[in-house]
């Protein structure tokens, strides 16, 4: 079955430092790829998707991941994390009947 | 707010009970979602329907689960005779396909319905 796996359930981090949160994908077709946020009490948000355009793509709140298909990664980075990053991170494979992750808590620590 | 709504946002029943909660996804989206998410866990699918066609039921947990759109707007996900094992949150999300391939489109989702089965 097609799936994604989240490597890491917990990331702590110290405010400003960078941020990886690390997905990597069972391999198949090539996979259309997501990253979507979930702050408590909120809908999940889309952060950023991979369509095959691109191989690095750009999200929102200085977000971007690269797709490397060598390694069936998709790993999420920051070059500095802020407060209001600390959420809940889901990487997903395909949209309609998608995949979820079992997703990554960021913890941000003043 | 033009975005997906859900309600109720809590539901606390007794085990056995029926529930039902409602979706109302972003008005010109013609797919509509559901998806289960328990603690520790990423949202599971459950079924969707492209305008007032459930397009696949297969994933639903059991034949307590049913799930309806019957004018191609909002969505209804029913719960008949509720076990603790229930106890979760449900997920609504809505999505526009059109040209473009159905594995590129973003889904929108709403902030949920958790229910806790006593």
């Known amino acids: 079955a097609q799936s994604v796996t989240q490597l890491d359930s917990h990331v702590s981090v110290s405010e400003g430092t960078p941020v990886l949160l690390r997905c990597n994908y069972s391999s198949s077709y090539s996979p259309s790829l997501f990253w979507y946020v979930q702050h408590p009490n909120k809908g999940l948000q889309l952060l950023l998707k991979y369509t095959s355009a691109a191989t690095l793509v750009k999200g929102i709140n200085g977000f971007e991941a690269e797709f490397k298909k060598s390694e069936t990664s998709f790993h999420l980075t920051k070059p500095s994390a802020h407060m209001s990053d600390a959420a809940e991170y889901f990487c997903?494979?395909?949209?309609?009947?998608?995949?979820f992750g079992d997703g990554t808590t960021l913890t941000v620590k003043p | 707010d033009t975005g997906v709504s859900q309600n109720p946002r809590h539901k606390i029943t007794k085990r056995g009970q029926n529930v039902t909660f409602r979706c109302d996804p972003i008005?010109?989206?013609?797919?509509l979602y559901w998806y289960r998410q328990t603690l520790g866990q990423g949202p599971e699918f459950l079924t969707y329907?492209?305008?007032?066609?459930?397009?696949?039921k297969s994933r639903l947990l059991s034949d307590r689960f049913s799930a309806e759109r019957p004018k191609g707007s909002f969505s209804t996900l029913e719960i008949q005779r509720t076990e603790q094992g229930d106890s979760a949150m449900y997920l609504c999300?809505?999505?526009?396909?059109?040209?473009?391939?159905?594995?590129?489109?973003?889904?929108?989702f709403g902030p949920g319905t958790r229910l806790t089965v006593l």
């Open positions: 008005s010109e989206h013609n797919r």
């Open positions: 329907f492209q305008n007032e066609a459930q397009l696949e």
């Open positions: 997903v494979r395909n949209a309609g009947k998608s995949t």
């Open positions: 999300a809505s999505s526009l396909v059109g040209g473009g391939p159905d594995m590129y489109n973003e889904q929108f």
